[in-house]
């Protein structure tokens, strides 16, 4: 593991000087490959990355938190069985949704297929897996059959585990998101599906504290690029590693910059010129200036392959 293992407390007070990265850059191309130089240099790159995500969030407010039907509004001691059920439900549909909008398919199925009943999870496993199937057009409620098909494999986990009540899930955890996440994974949704759920209960003040970012694909391009100048992105763990390098204090606040950058203008293929951070961010900077050091950077924040594997064991 390379020296930077301690992470880099990032103030949100004041915007990064795009100057200053231009800098920074030229020094580490003009570095020689110093580890010494780069090291040095790595430090204040993180720095840069951070003030400039987090001023995103502060400046502009479709960076900040979104609001989350049938959490907004309500406390998390207020919610009732059935909002909290329909969230859940929602959130475990968003999984390779595209354009579909689960959550107006989910308030059509148990408002108007179902009928509104007392507990969604036990409604949904009077279906046998089979009939469950079979309903596959009728409730239109997601456009993978897989995902659809899951939905009943939770609701028949909920029933066991939690008696049919998502807020089971995160009621006696106000302070524990970990726990939380581990509580959902109980369910056998994918990770990106917890960390949906826990991003959306933080953002609505449902829970308090300290989490990961997703480190999704999404994630992993944002970061890689705006941060190491790698276009071919980061792998999930180091794409966490460096979430709790930049914002030790909750990488969380991140997601949301990141998942912005990532859906309008950091696709696969980036569209710099339009994007906000276009004079912060590595990747266009370095382009701009004709520089290459993303292989640098890379290496100087995880090393070596063979380096690599003790990162995963730390994460
Ligand atoms: S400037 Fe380009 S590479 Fe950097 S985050 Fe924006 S779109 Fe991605």
């Not at 959550?103 to 059509?108: K, L, S």
């Not at 899930?169 to 990770?191: A, C, D, M, S, T």
């Not at 991140?254 to 859906?263: F, I, S, T």
Request: charged share 25%.
């Amino acid at each position: 593991m390379p020296e930077m293992t301690e992470p880099v407390f990032v103030s949100d007070q004041v915007d990064t000087d795009p100057e200053q990265l231009r800098i920074l850059i030229q020094d580490i191309a003009s570095s020689c490959r110093d580890p010494k130089v780069i090291q040095h240099s790595l430090l204040d790159l993180i720095r840069v990355t951070g003030r400039t995500l987090l001023s995103l969030r502060r400046f502009e407010p479709r960076f900040r938190t979104s609001e989350w039907p049938w959490l907004s509004g309500t406390r998390h001691d207020d919610i009732t069985l059935q909002d909290a059920n329909l969230f859940l439900c929602a959130c475990i549909l968003e999984q390779n949704a595209g354009k579909t909008d689960v959550w107006d398919n989910t308030a059509y199925f148990v408002h108007e297929i179902l009928d509104d009943p007392e507990n969604l999870w036990r409604s949904i496993i009077l279906h046998s897996p089979e009939g469950w199937a079979d309903q596959f057009w009728e409730y239109n409620l997601h456009p993978e059959p897989a995902v659809h098909a899951r939905l009943r494999e939770v609701a028949s986990l909920m029933v066991r585990y939690y008696h049919g009540d998502a807020r089971l899930i995160w009621n006696e955890y106000l302070e524990n998101p970990q726990e939380v996440f581990k509580r959902i994974r109980v369910l056998k949704v994918p990770r990106s599906t917890a960390c949906l759920v826990i991003g959306a209960l933080k953002d609505e003040h449902y829970l308090e504290g300290w989490f990961d970012i997703v480190g999704d694909v999404v994630d992993s391009r944002v970061l890689g690029r705006i941060a190491c100048g790698e276009g071919n992105g980061l792998t999930s763990y180091q794409a966490r590693f460096l979430g709790r390098m930049i914002a030790a204090g909750d990488p969380w606040i991140l997601d949301r910059p990141l998942y912005v950058l990532g859906m309008s203008y950091c696709g696969p293929g980036p569209r710099c010129r339009r994007c906000p951070v276009n004079e912060r961010c590595v990747y266009a900077v370095s382009l701009e200036l004709g520089l290459s050091v993303g292989t640098m950077v890379y290496e100087g924040l995880f090393g070596q392959k063979t380096v690599q594997k003790s990162l995963k064991n730390w994460l």
